[in-house]
């Protein structure tokens, strides 16, 4: 595309950083469904490749734009730990430990 003049060179950045993103669970299931095959292995490995997804997405960015992005590939990695896996596991803890109230508010609603 830059060769050709269609586009500049940050729309060109910005499709690379999101050819650079895991498939959205939804999406593969869809896909492996349409196609046949195992929807439970879908589901397996796109859960998979997201988890990975969030330390190799980083990396694979500022390997591919090279030392000229500005990104620190530490504070990306800090960032993501913190908006990412720390909600994630809070939730799992907290969904863990709350499941009783949700027994709770079932019996209470029949």
Do not use: W
């Amino acid at each position: 595309m830059l060769i050709l003049s269609i586009t500049s060179s940050d729309l060109a950045d910005g499709f690379l950083v999101a050819s650079c993103l895991p498939m959205t669970p939804n999406m593969a299931i869809v896909f492996t469904g349409t196609a046949g095959g195992d929807e439970a292995a879908a589901v397996f490995n796109s859960a998979v490749s997201n988890l990975v997804g969030i330390f190799l997405t980083p990396a694979l960015v500022l390997m591919y734009l090279g030392s000229g992005a500005s990104i620190e590939i530490i504070d990306v990695f800090l960032k993501l730990v913190y908006r990412v896996l720390i909600p994630l596991i809070v939730g799992q803890v907290v969904q863990y430990k709350c499941r009783n109230i949700k027994v709770s508010a079932r019996r209470g609603r029949e």
